[in-house]
């Protein structure tokens, strides 16, 4: 392995049968390489990602080096065509992930995933990472919210849409989803925040869409008196067993038309109990 000293503000390094592939690392010499950390850093920026893997491993100096570039460098280095590891920088330091799917879909299910590496993840060729992503709670980054919700593969945005951790933003993409599949799990997801997802969901045009809404805990009062006005008669008889129904909407109801809804009305725990 090479040699790596710190000379004032220059890092030496011999690079005699240092174990360094030739993708922009200083070749072997015989005499000490003398560059100010700076230098080294522009050097690695160029290089593939197992380059600089092995540079870091050199000496402190070095890994100091490393560990102080940027995501736009990171970036860089990961699409070198030599890397077939990518680096990302982590709250503790720097670590590396192979591009290998099956380390991926585990890396993509970690409830400590950090948020660089769920930046990586989300651009995954594998549509099978990129949907144990898109549904892994930990997910709690807007920007890859985002890029999943407007993944081509469907079974990814429907991952998404079921999150709990669903940012507000993001559940205003999906609700306007091509798919009724991805509408109507967006529709039962319990952190569905947004009132006015809620009205858009509420007058969509899929009967399974509502359904799911009606039955949705985080209903607001507004959109209860919304879908109590329902003209499918499936739809108000879920809401009249929805646990966050309000007083007043259970008075609307137990004057619905349908006697199936006043039914359904009547079997409501706290009616029962009376």
């Not at 890092?11 to 070749?27: D, F, G, M, R, T």
């Not at 003398?34 to 870091?56: F, G």
């Not at 109507?184 to 009132?195: K, Y």
Request: one cysteine or more.
């Amino acid at each position: 392995m090479g040699n790596c000293i710190s000379m004032g503000n220059c890092i030496s390094y011999s690079s005699v049968n240092a174990p360094v592939a030739n993708h922009s690392i200083p070749p072997r010499a015989s005499a000490p390489v003398e560059l100010p950390p700076d230098i080294w850093r522009k050097i690695a920026a160029v290089a593939s990602a197992e380059s600089v893997i092995t540079l870091r491993q050199i000496s402190r100096d070095l890994r100091s080096v490393v560990d102080s570039l940027d995501h736009a460098n990171l970036n860089r280095i990961n699409e070198h065509p030599n890397s077939t590891v990518v680096i990302y920088q982590s709250v503790d330091g720097v670590r590396f992930v192979t591009r290998n799917p099956s380390t991926q879909r585990a890396m993509a299910g970690d409830k400590n995933i950090p948020p660089a590496l769920q930046e990586f993840i989300a651009h995954s060729i594998d549509a099978h990472v990129r949907r144990r992503l898109a549904g892994n709670r930990s997910l709690t980054s807007d920007a890859c919210q985002q890029t999943l919700a407007q993944d081509q593969n469907a079974e990814v945005r429907l991952a998404l849409a079921g999150n709990p951790s669903l940012t507000s933003t993001v559940q205003q993409t999906l609700v306007q989803d091509q798919s009724a599949s991805v509408r109507r799990c967006l529709a039962r997801n319990p952190n569905l925040s947004s009132e006015a997802c809620q009205q858009t969901l509420a007058q969509d045009q899929y009967t399974s869409v509502r359904l799911a809404l009606a039955r949705n805990p985080s209903l607001t009062s507004a959109m209860q008196q919304t879908l109590a006005q329902d003209q499918d008669t499936w739809v108000r008889m879920d809401l009249a067993l929805n646990p966050s129904l309000t007083s007043t909407v259970q008075q609307t109801l137990a004057q619905d038309q349908d006697v199936s809804v006043r039914v359904q009305l009547s079997l409501r725990e706290e009616l029962l109990s009376i």
